[in-house]
């Protein structure tokens, strides 16, 4: 019963930022210079600040890696730390 609503509300939501999007290329095309790399760099700042990790195609965390790397339960720390241990052998042989 909700499914009638949710279309109109998407294609009146997607008439409406057609419209926005054609006026704003005619008179105001120097905001889309500001604008797309704006959100570009948004959305690249949330991509290199978070971490995933997944396992057989299941994500286990997402997060900081500082928010993982402080839960010493997570498999985000233990893989950290697997690592140091590693690392510190490898230089010592």
């Known amino acids: 019963m909700n499914i009638p609503y949710q279309i109109e509300g998407f294609a009146f939501s997607m ?3 057609l419209g926005i999007t054609v006026v704003m290329s ?5 905001v889309f210079i500001v604008f797309v790399p704006v959100i ?3 959305i690249w ?3 290199i600040n978070s971490c995933v990790l997944g396992n057989s195609g299941v994500i286990e ?3 900081s ?3 993982l790397l402080e839960n010493k339960s997570s498999s985000f720390a233990q893989l950290v730390a697997e690592y140091s241990v590693r690392s510190k052998s490898s230089f010592e042989n």
Do not use: F, H, N, R
């Open 15 to 17: 008439i409406q930022l």
């Open 65 to 67: 890696p500082t928010k």
């Open 26 to 30: 005619q008179a105001q095309w120097q």
């Open 45 to 47: 700042y949330q991509v």
């Open 40 to 42: 570009a760099m948004c």
């Open 61 to 63: 965390e997402y997060d």
